[in-house]
């Protein structure tokens, strides 16, 4: 497998829900992102996982929560969302976060809208 | 803070004529520099990189050029074709060792037939 792959592929949730992202690589990368990305725009990153570990935590929102259940899992909470928070939201992973095997390699994304 | 900036934010071809997109970063640090392509709807993809070490990359159609000295790299696209047409972002690999990439603001291709 030499895919991220992430679900659902769509979702359509309520100021007041609760749901979560799910992405999902089998490549043996210990390196994986969430991203953020609004039409026109570039990714813009909130979260970095690095052997399981949370190392970058860009200011994200406290209704982002973010879980490393093993290497090759990543989820994304998502709990009070405004409708601002609608984007297409990217995971991508790497095989360590440096030097050679730092290339980034993007899933699908979520495209999600808070009505 | 660390700043990629990326020109030109539109660029429109004839199929077949070259592409040029230029990028600068602010973080000297910087040692590495993806290229993704990301089609309507679709993925952004890894087309080409390069590291501090090279001055030039090239694969097929496609080339990226460093100068180091002047903080600059650019994506050459040369016999361009209507499926080139995308959004391509640059991004430069920050100092530190997090992973952290930074992005430029894109640039939109349109080859035309």
């Known amino acids: 497998d030499t895919e991220v792959t992430q679900t659902p592929k769509h979702l359509v949730m309520g100021m007041t829900n609760k749901k979560s992202l799910k992405c999902e690589q089998h490549?043996?990368?210990?390196?994986m992102y969430w991203y953020k990305q609004k039409a026109k725009k570039p990714p813009e990153l909130m979260f970095v996982?690095?052997?399981?570990?949370?190392?970058i935590n860009e200011s994200v929102p406290s209704r982002f929560s973010p879980e490393c259940p093993n290497s090759s899992l990543l989820n994304l909470h998502l709990h009070a969302l405004q409708p601002e928070d609608s984007a297409l939201y990217l995971c991508?992973?790497?095989?360590?976060?440096?030097?050679?095997?730092?290339?980034?390699?993007f899933g699908p994304g979520t495209r999600l809208t808070v009505l | 803070g660390e700043n990629v900036e990326q020109h030109p934010s539109t660029l429109s071809v004839q199929e077949g004529d070259s592409a040029v997109i230029k990028c600068t970063y602010s973080?000297?640090?910087?040692?590495?520099f993806p290229w993704y392509k990301q089609e309507l709807g679709k993925r952004p993809q890894l087309i080409i990189d390069?590291?501090?070490?090279?001055g030039e990359k090239k694969d097929q159609r496609i080339a990226v050029t460093l100068n180091k000295t002047a903080k600059h790299f650019s994506l050459h696209i040369t016999e361009t074709q209507p499926e080139d047409s995308a959004v391509y972002f640059c991004?430069?690999?920050?100092?530190?060792?997090?992973?952290?990439?930074?992005f430029g603001q894109g640039t939109t291709l349109q080859v035309k037939p």
């Open positions: 973080d000297s640090a910087s040692n590495y």
């Open positions: 991508a992973s790497s095989l360590r976060t440096s030097g050679s095997g730092n290339e980034q390699f």
């Open positions: 996982y690095s052997y399981e570990k949370l190392s």
């Open positions: 390069i590291r501090s070490n090279v």
């Open positions: 490549m043996g990368h210990r390196a």
């Open positions: 991004a430069a690999h920050g100092s530190s060792n997090t992973g952290k990439l930074i």
